[in-house]
């Protein structure tokens, strides 16, 4: 049973309330994640990635990394012909946290996890 005391308690449970709601939006929405592809402000190509929300995207030339809330690092290889970009996937490199940042230079990818390690 819910006891209302104060205006405090009032704010307090509807904020509870709102985050609630707004997490099991979240996770109806991230069930299904299309990633699209934009060339010349014309959509170019749409990828199915994992469940999870993707937080971080890095490119370099034809290389396309991806992760976020499912812990994964997913590799794609992109290649362009006149009218359309293929995306071909290539690999995927598990990872212990969920990936908030990436960055690819110099051939070398480094990643930051929620966790606050960078690898």
């Known amino acids: 049973m819910l006891v209302v005391r104060s205006l405090v308690d009032i704010c307090t449970y509807m ?3 709102a985050f609630l709601i ?3 939006r979240m996770t109806v929405l991230s069930l299904f ?8 402000d014309v959509l170019s190509s749409s990828i199915q990635t994992d469940t999870g929300a993707n937080l971080a995207l890095a490119m370099d030339g034809r290389w396309l990394f991806m992760g976020g809330w499912n812990k994964i690092v997913n590799v794609q290889e992109l290649s362009c012909d006149e009218l359309r970009i293929n995306v071909r996937p ?4 598990p990872c212990d946290s969920v990936v908030t940042a990436l960055s690819y230079r110099e ?3 480094y990643v ?8």
């Open 107 to 109: 051939g070398k990818l």
């Open 33 to 40: 994640v299309l990633s699209k592809v934009w060339w010349n």
């Open 90 to 93: 290539i690999g995927s490199i």
């Open 112 to 119: 930051g996890f929620a966790d606050s390690i960078v690898k």
């Open 15 to 17: 904020i509870l309330l």
């Open 22 to 24: 707004c997490s099991i």
